[in-house]
């Protein structure tokens, strides 16, 4: 299959992002229940036992996306074969509906354990394209790519929207937008945040992400997915909306995590988020 040819799997509404810790909960709520679930592929891949079934299980009761921590996009080494080879048969086994990973390296001669930005160059540009065409073409699926979060800007002559989207469209893949992270960067390196969503190419994006950060201090905020989504996170994503229509949009919570209802209180709010902008568009096409 051509990736030009190959159509992203549909998903709809608000997702949560699988932890351990809410399997048990996940496994037995029956009413107030995400739309879906995205799992890191890497924490289930070789997982047996009790964590299999209980995959096993959520995978017949919700549909799964999968966002992957390790492929290093960026990276100088040689893509992991064995772990596209992992990630095909994963994504085959539980039906993924969307595989999406990070622009950026995690890995120079062993793992780095951080997600470290690309420089924004055109050559950058290239070289990225080039791995990101390669695992689509292992995958036999179009992939998303995610803006990050940095802290340091290495002034390498393009802006990171012209970079985000100069890859996009090189590689001919779609772009997953963190919310969160377009706002933590955009105070951590001030620029505005709509300005910068509204000079992507929207037509590539497909999936969105929203989740909370630390301030470390007024201007300076930490992407930590520890802490509820703050005000200026919910607005800019209704913006977004606006830009975009109501995009599968994920919470991320990774630690610190309260109780499943108080998790579902976000997933509402990205719902209601997501009606007002259809109700939106429902009345901009009958004027």
Known sequence: MKTSEAQTPALSGAGLGLRRALTGPLLSVDNDRPDFLEVAPENW???????????????????????????????????????????????????????????SYCSEAGHLYDLLPMPFCEEAVYYVAARIRQVQEHLGQRIG???????????????ESDFISAVANEADCDILLDVNNVYVNSINHRYDPRAFIDS?????????????????????????????????????????????????TLLERDFNLPPLGELMQEVSR?????????????MASSQ
């Open 200 to 248: 992507l190419p929207l037509s590539r994006v497909k999936y969105l992400h929203v989740a909370g950060h630390y301030d470390e201090d007024a201007d300076l905020k930490i992407d930590t997915h520890g802490a509820a989504v703050i005000d200026p996170v919910w607005e800019l994503l209704e913006y977004t909306y606006r830009m975009t229509g109501p995009l599968p």
């Open 145 to 159: 790519m995610e803006n990050i979060s940095y802290y340091a800007d290495f002034g390498d002559g393009m802006s």
């Open 270 to 282: 990205v719902r209601s988020a997501q009606s007002d902008a259809r109700a939106t568009v429902r």
């Open 45 to 103: 891949i070789r997982a047996g036992g009790r964590c299999r079934r209980d995959l096993d299980a959520l995978a017949e009761r919700y549909s799964l996306a999968s966002h992957g921590l390790s492929l290093s996009i960026g990276s100088p080494d040689p893509l992991d074969a064995d772990l596209l080879d992992s990630l095909r048969q994963f994504i085959d086994r539980y039906n993924i509906r969307y595989y999406t990973e990070h622009l």
